[in-house]
């Protein structure tokens, strides 16, 4: 089974820039995408965007279309989320997580706290 470590969390001001990495450990044979979660305190785990790993095609969830970027680096095994314009609403803890029939193989998750 794949393991994700996230990574890159931390403490910005808002309209500041953070980079989060998701590392995976192990081969992606069956997984068709890679995608990062974000949580709340008190919320549900909310979807932010994916990336199939076949053609890296990227989805974004509608509250951070434009500001966030997906991008995966194949020989590193990594994938990255380019969190620009950051708000206080975007303090949440990061997740990634891979998807072969449904979204699994869950990191630990990585701090995001934007001060306003």
């Known amino acids: 089974q794949v393991q994700l470590v996230e990574s890159g969390g931390g403490l910005v001001q808002a309209g500041g820039s953070l980079r989060l990495s998701c590392a995976a450990f192990?081969?992606?044979?069956?997984?068709?995408?890679m995608g990062w979660f974000r949580q709340a305190p008190g919320q549900e785990r909310q979807y932010v965007g994916s990336?199939?790993?076949?053609?890296?095609?990227?989805d974004y969830d509608a509250s951070v279309k434009g500001r966030f970027a997906i991008s995966r680096d194949n020989a590193k095994n990594t994938m990255y989320l380019d969190m620009n314009n950051l708000r206080p609403e975007d303090t949440a803890v990061y997740f990634c997580?891979?998807?072969?029939?449904?979204?699994?193989?869950w990191g630990r998750g990585t701090q995001v706290t934007v001060l306003p």
């Open positions: 192990g081969r992606l044979v069956r997984e068709n995408a």
């Open positions: 997580a891979v998807r072969e029939y449904d979204w699994g193989s």
């Open positions: 990336i199939t790993l076949r053609r890296g095609y990227t």
